[in-house]
């Protein structure tokens, strides 16, 4: 009887593995795929979806335990039994006893080994090296975080002595990515040598001249914090489980639309009310995490429904139709469905809101209030619309239609209550216009190639030296200067679990 199957997509990923990756095609060798599998899940703090149970249709494999954890062999060095280990991470993972629950155990390992095998196609290139790939993934962040943080004071207070600047230390904070000190400047006209040039020396004379130094203002007189990079080896990362309960257990009643995408520097819970926004743009290089970060935005406003009665519908347009696939099974889906690649329904899409801009418009004139907040003050039940648009600017230079569509509901959508999320790659004056920027003031940028980048997302420099990953600089509509924040790593199984909370919180 078998306890572990695999589908046709899952063998084909094995067998890629085996001919470019291991350069051995061998049945023996299966199993030592499925183990690296099992061992990628288990890095990922979401539990896997139970859509992994299912195993059905040509190319169906069949596994038992002897063959996947070694159940029962001898302990010699070429045969091993790794059972006990296994059932053990597993519990702990799970917090569930699975030596007494076979049935759970069998289950749990079958689904970690297939999300397992799903992230190896994911993050796993052929041409590139697979043993340099595990060495990566398993073994790139076992290092402790190094004692930068004792070091770097006396370091940046002899720095800023060498520069000419006099600086005396006064508290220190260590962040998920960053170090921050909290200097004091006996004369305060030393701190424009340090916005003159001074920064960049520091940054040389400290060794983090790529992504560099960044000063921030304090409330306190002659007293500034300085941001320090560390290296990626010493950086803590904030989970999309994290995220969830952020939302569980803290959420602003003041908030109509409360977004939670990361943390600030000192590793303090960021969030903000995106009606107040009132809309959106995001931008970011390639790898950057603009993605990972609208994913963050939507989970958000998921959860939040979960709990609260406040209505949300989402209009997703997906050109790439393989980021939003996750969430086509929503019921509060405007129009009920996900949008990806087909301009005519875009368009139809867009007119449509537009429409329903127009009528809740008009709705609200006849019952004299001038916004959603009037007209749900005088008793009205009416869903807030978020817009998330993937792809700007492929989009835009497909169609005219299109972006007038899209231009005329950022001029005049935001008193109906709909609200636009719009994410581009490609940050540039064509794509993020003056029509755009007069109508979208509150911007996220991500880490982007060159400083005129930068400018165009937040009509400031920084998001150039940013480090990627999720590094993110938000300038909100009612702030006068961008805030970093470093977002949360959400992962597609995050996504599948907030839709299905979601789901069923609407079933009760």
């Known amino acids: 009887m078998a306890d572990i199957y695999t589908s046709k997509k899952d063998e084909e990923i094995i067998s890629r593995v085996l001919k470019k990756g291991l350069d051995i095609e061998s049945s023996g060798n299966k199993w030592k795929i499925l183990r690296i599998a099992l061992a990628k899940s288990l890095q990922i703090d979401t539990e896997p979806d139970d859509s992994l149970d299912k195993v059905s249709g040509e190319g169906k494999k069949e596994y038992n335990l002897q063959q996947v954890t070694g159940k029962g062999k001898d302990n010699d060095l070429k045969t091993q039994d790794w059972d006990t280990a296994c059932r053990a991470m597993l519990s702990i993972y799970h917090t569930q006893d699975l030596f007494s629950d076979e049935v759970s155990y069998r289950k749990f390992l079958q689904r970690h080994i297939r999300r397992g095998l799903r992230e190896i196609d994911i993050s796993w290139k052929s041409e590139s090296d697979f043993h340099a790939w595990l060495t990566h993934e398993f073994f790139s962040n076992l290092q402790s975080v190094p004692a930068v943080v004792t070091e770097y004071q006396d370091q940046l207070v002899a720095a800023c002595s060498e520069i000419g600047i006099h600086a005396e230390m006064r508290t220190e904070a260590t962040g998920p990515r960053l170090t921050r000190y909290k200097m004091y400047l006996p004369d305060i006209n030393e701190l ?6 001074g920064l960049e020396k520091l940054a040389n004379l400290l060794g983090v001249q790529q992504q560099g130094i960044v000063q921030e203002e304090t409330n306190e007189p002659k007293t500034i914090y300085l941001d320090i990079p560390r290296p990626r080896d010493s950086w803590t990362h904030t989970s999309g489980k994290e995220l969830r309960q952020w939302v569980e257990t803290f959420l602003p009643d003041t908030y109509k639309l409360p977004t939670w995408i990361g943390t600030d520097v000192v590793g303090q819970p960021y969030f903000f009310d995106l009606s107040d926004a009132p809309h959106l743009f995001v931008a970011g290089t390639t790898g950057s995490g603009k993605s990972i970060c609208l994913h963050a935005i939507i989970i958000s406003l998921l959860q939040r429904m979960t709990k609260t009665p406040q209505k949300i519908q989402f209009a997703l347009i997906d050109p790439k139709e393989v980021e939003f696939s996750v969430y086509d099974s929503l019921s509060n889906l405007f129009m009920n469905k996900v949008f990806g690649d087909n301009d005519a329904e875009i368009i139809k899409l867009l007119r449509t809101l537009t429409d329903e801009m127009n009528r809740r ?12 907040d009037e007209a749900i003050r005088k008793g009205k039940d009416i869903p807030r619309i978020v817009v998330v648009i993937e792809e700007l600017a492929d989009l835009f230079m497909r169609s005219k239609d299109i972006q007038d569509g899209i231009i005329r509901l950022a001029q005049k959508a935001r008193s109906s209550g709909i609200h636009l999320v719009l994410a581009t790659q490609r940050p540039d004056s064509q794509i993020f216009s003056g029509l755009l920027r007069s109508n979208i003031p509150s911007r996220i940028a991500l880490s982007v190639q060159k400083y005129t980048e930068s400018k165009i997302i937040l009509d400031d420099v920084g ?7 999720g590094d993110m600089l938000i300038k909100l509509s009612s702030e006068s200067a961008p805030k970093r924040v470093h977002g949360v790593f959400v992962h597609r199984d995050d996504s599948i679990q907030a839709v299905k909370h979601f789901m069923n919180s609407q079933k009760k």
């Open 463 to 469: 998001a150039e030296k940013l480090l990627g990953h």
């Open 192 to 197: 424009d040598r340090l916005k003159r040039g």
């Open 361 to 372: 418009n008009d709705w609200f004139k006849n019952i004299g209030a001038t916004n959603i």
